[in-house]
């Protein structure tokens, strides 16, 4: 059919999203004048309740900003905090940690892809229509997440805003017969997630590439979770410290949550895509392998093809979670020493959705005086709607039912958490 001039894509509430938000894109003269994601949800000032509390507390605290994601909030907030005080937790406490944002990525990634991403390509409205059709496809995401949820709820103390994590370790470190009956459940999953990579890979994705700033933290050797630098595909190379001298967030007038960019205004990407392209190579060897077979190269620009990536990174997932209770030993104490001190600390770490960045400033009493908290989808907002922008101009000729669902389809790509990002609302009071 041929373009309209004037037209309008417009979506009330966003379905298979976490949160509320709504899509506008306004079409004038044969292009696209705007596009906005608008989030909506009210925002929840997490920022303002660290203020005034204790050292100990933002664990806790932020974890309760995500049912799906609190593992990443308490990591990011534990870097931080240890930045502060100098305590590097290494050895098997690392690796508990490592292990336990394992369980985050899988039963975060096979949700996803099961029940929100995957109706998408296969013509459903919702996971549980697609079961319908593909119940055995849909059971078997539902193993994974349940293999996922099974670590954080060992490891964490409870499948949902864990409870175990503190500031220079745990509470409690589990034991190493412990973890045994979780291996043998994670070998299962693992053959499982290879088949989800063999499954997506078939799927029918729309053409759609754009040149991305790639954004994720640094590498220590390992595919990134957790670290101490950012880096980007453009030559960013940076510790976490100078985050606030290269990012900077803007409250725009849509949306609830701030839209953050780099430092000269532009939009970049995080998240599966953003670490697949900068450290596929530190995959594990079966990942590393199942993604050559599903022919995503070396870079994947393509959005739509996200979805492989994540269920790549739920393989990588899984085989790591393996390693790491196979050459798991009890550590001598759950959690190191912390004496906290005056200072200004900075944490990130690999939410699933992507990097996600805290500061905090603690006074001379252990209280915390400043928090900052910067979430994956509040810095994948300027670049979700960009994406909008330059799909809907290619492809003015879509019938509007079809223009519509790929633009809520481009949204889901991302796998926003709108309620992370509602955490913060600047408000100027001027007295007339």
Same mark, same amino acid.
């Given at each position: 059919?041929?373009?309209?001039?004037?037209?309008?894509?417009?979506?009330?509430?966003l379905?298979?999203?976490?949160g509320?938000?709504?899509?506008r894109?306004?079409?004038?003269?044969?292009?696209?004048?705007?596009?906005?994601?608008d989030?909506?949800?009210?925002p929840? %000032? %997490?920022?303002?309740?660290?203020?005034g509390?204790g050292?100990?507390?933002?664990? !806790?605290?932020t974890?309760?900003i995500?049912?799906?994601? /609190?593992?990443?909030?308490? *990591?990011s907030a534990?870097e931080a905090?240890? !930045?502060i005080?100098?305590v590097?937790?290494?050895?098997q406490? +690392?690796?508990l940690?490592?292990l336990?944002?394992?369980?985050?990525?899988i039963?975060?990634h096979?949700?996803?892809i099961h029940?929100?991403?995957a109706?998408? %390509?296969?013509g459903?409205p919702?996971?549980v229509?697609?079961?319908g059709?593909?119940?055995a496809a849909?059971?078997?995401?539902?193993r994974i997440?349940?293999? @996922?949820?099974?670590i954080v709820?060992?490891?964490g103390?409870?499948?949902?805003h864990?409870?175990?994590?503190?500031?220079?370790?745990f509470?409690r470190?589990p034991r190493?017969?412990? +973890?045994a009956p979780?291996a043998e459940?994670l070998r299962?999953?693992r053959d499982?997630?290879l088949?989800?990579v063999?499954?997506?890979e078939g799927?029918?994705f729309p053409?759609?590439?754009?040149?991305?700033e790639?954004?994720a933290t640094?590498?220590?050797?390992?595919y990134p *979770?957790?670290?101490?630098?950012v880096?980007s595909s453009r030559?960013?190379a940076i510790?976490?410290s100078?985050w606030?001298?290269n990012?900077?967030?803007?409250?725009v007038?849509h949306?609830?949550?701030l839209?953050?960019?780099r430092?000269?205004?532009?939009?970049?990407l995080v @998240?599966p895509?953003?670490?697949?392209?900068?450290?596929?190579?530190?995959l594990?060897p079966l990942a590393r392998?199942?993604?050559?077979?599903?022919?995503l190269?070396?870079?994947?620009?393509?959005p739509y093809?996200s979805?492989?990536?994540?269920a790549v990174?739920?393989?990588?997932?899984v085989d790591?979670?393996v390693?790491l209770i196979?050459s798991?030993?009890?550590p !001598?104490?759950?959690?190191?020493p912390v004496?906290?001190?005056a200072g200004t600390?900075y944490?990130v770490s690999e939410a699933?959705?992507?990097?996600l960045?805290?500061r905090?400033?603690?006074d001379?009493?252990g209280t915390i005086?400043d928090?900052?908290?910067?979430?994956?989808t509040?810095q994948?907002?300027a *670049?979700i709607e960009? !994406?909008?922008?330059?799909f809907?101009?290619?492809?003015l000729?879509? /019938?509007?039912?079809t223009?519509?669902?790929?633009?809520e389809q481009m949204?889901?790509n991302y796998d926003?958490c709108i309620?992370?990002?509602?955490? %913060?609302?600047?408000?100027?009071i001027?007295?007339?």
């Amino acid at each position: 059919m041929a373009a309209e001039t004037t037209r309008d894509v417009h979506v009330n509430a966003l379905a298979r999203v976490e949160g509320e938000g709504g899509l506008r894109i306004r079409i004038r003269d044969g292009r696209v004048v705007s596009a906005a994601l608008d989030i909506y949800e009210p925002p929840r %000032f %997490f920022e303002a309740l660290l203020r005034g509390r204790g050292w100990t507390e933002p664990v !806790d605290i932020t974890a309760r900003i995500c049912g799906i994601c /609190p593992v990443a909030y308490q *990591m990011s907030a534990v870097e931080a905090l240890e !930045d502060i005080a100098h305590v590097k937790v290494g050895g098997q406490l +690392l690796a508990l940690r490592r292990l336990l944002y394992c369980g985050e990525w899988i039963e975060s990634h096979a949700l996803h892809i099961h029940l929100l991403h995957a109706p998408d %390509f296969l013509g459903y409205p919702s996971g549980v229509a697609m079961a319908g059709d593909h119940r055995a496809a849909v059971e078997r995401g539902l193993r994974i997440k349940k293999a @996922g949820n099974a670590i954080v709820a060992l490891v964490g103390g409870r499948e949902v805003h864990p409870v175990n994590v503190r500031v220079g370790g745990f509470h409690r470190a589990p034991r190493k017969p412990e +973890l045994a009956p979780l291996a043998e459940e994670l070998r299962r999953a693992r053959d499982e997630a290879l088949d989800v990579v063999r499954w997506v890979e078939g799927l029918d994705f729309p053409e759609h590439e754009r040149d991305y700033e790639f954004v994720a933290t640094g590498a220590d050797g390992v595919y990134p *979770m957790l670290g101490h630098r950012v880096v980007s595909s453009r030559g960013l190379a940076i510790p976490v410290s100078a985050w606030d001298d290269n990012f900077t967030e803007t409250q725009v007038e849509h949306s609830m949550a701030l839209h953050a960019h780099r430092r000269d205004g532009s939009a970049y990407l995080v @998240g599966p895509l953003a670490r697949y392209a900068l450290h596929h190579d530190l995959l594990t060897p079966l990942a590393r392998t199942a993604a050559a077979a599903a022919g995503l190269g070396e870079v994947c620009r393509n959005p739509y093809r996200s979805i492989v990536v994540r269920a790549v990174e739920t393989l990588h997932a899984v085989d790591e979670a393996v390693r790491l209770i196979e050459s798991y030993e009890d550590p !001598d104490a759950p959690a190191l020493p912390v004496e906290m001190r005056a200072g200004t600390g900075y944490g990130v770490s690999e939410a699933p959705r992507g990097l996600l960045y805290h500061r905090y400033s603690v006074d001379a009493q252990g209280t915390i005086t400043d928090a900052r908290i910067v979430p994956p989808t509040s810095q994948n907002q300027a *670049m979700i709607e960009a !994406d909008l922008r330059d799909f809907v101009d290619a492809n003015l000729d879509l /019938p509007q039912d079809t223009l519509q669902h790929r633009c809520e389809q481009m949204i889901r790509n991302y796998d926003p958490c709108i309620s992370c990002a509602t955490h %913060f609302l600047r408000l100027d009071i001027a007295e007339l």
